[in-house]
């Protein structure tokens, strides 16, 4: 049986606005923006070519606005990447190379935090 994973909370304080960063800024698809019903409203973003999305909102976490720490997303690129979400205003580490891949991180206008992935070529992969 496969689990697969199919949404992550991300608390905000600003919905508005947190869906244009992520949007507008970082390029996430804008699938769903629904209210439910009053103090229900369900904004649902993927990220391009992912299975998994983000849904941000009101009365969707009891988490703190800046809480989520370290959400990963791995992309073709550590390069493109960057320069893709810099040319878009967002503000970018530089690239931080690691023996399990190539790092480049940012945050929300909360402060939750991502990290962007390049996958080193499979024969330099370690295994365990």
């Given at each position: 049986m496969d689990w697969k994973i199919e949404l992550v909370a991300i608390p905000v304080t600003d919905v508005d606005r947190a869906k244009a960063f992520y949007v507008d800024q970082v390029g996430f698809n804008d699938d769903y923006d629904i209210v439910v019903r009053?103090?229900?409203?369900?904004?649902?973003?993927?990220?391009?070519?992912?299975?998994?999305?983000?849904?941000?909102?009101?009365?969707?976490?009891?988490?703190?606005?800046?809480?989520?720490?370290?959400?990963?997303?791995?992309?073709?690129?550590?390069?493109?990447?960057?320069?893709?979400?810099?040319?878009?205003?967002?503000?970018?580490?530089?690239?931080?190379?690691?023996?399990?891949?190539?790092?480049?991180?940012?945050?929300?206008?909360?402060?939750?935090?991502?990290?962007?992935?390049?996958?080193?070529?499979?024969?330099?992969?370690?295994?365990?």
């Amino acid at each position: 049986m496969d689990w697969k994973i199919e949404l992550v909370a991300i608390p905000v304080t600003d919905v508005d606005r947190a869906k244009a960063f992520y949007v507008d800024q970082v390029g996430f698809n804008d699938d769903y923006d629904i209210v439910v019903r009053e103090g229900l409203r369900f904004v649902q973003l993927t990220p391009p070519g992912s299975a998994c999305s983000i849904v941000l909102g009101d009365g969707i976490t009891e988490m703190t606005p800046g809480s989520q720490k370290g959400v990963q997303i791995v992309v073709q690129s550590a390069d493109t990447a960057m320069a893709e979400l810099r040319g878009r205003g967002v503000t970018t580490s530089d690239i931080d190379p690691q023996p399990w891949g190539r790092f480049v991180y940012f945050s929300d206008p909360d402060g939750n935090s991502w990290a962007l992935q390049e996958l080193p070529p499979r024969d330099e992969q370690q295994t365990s």
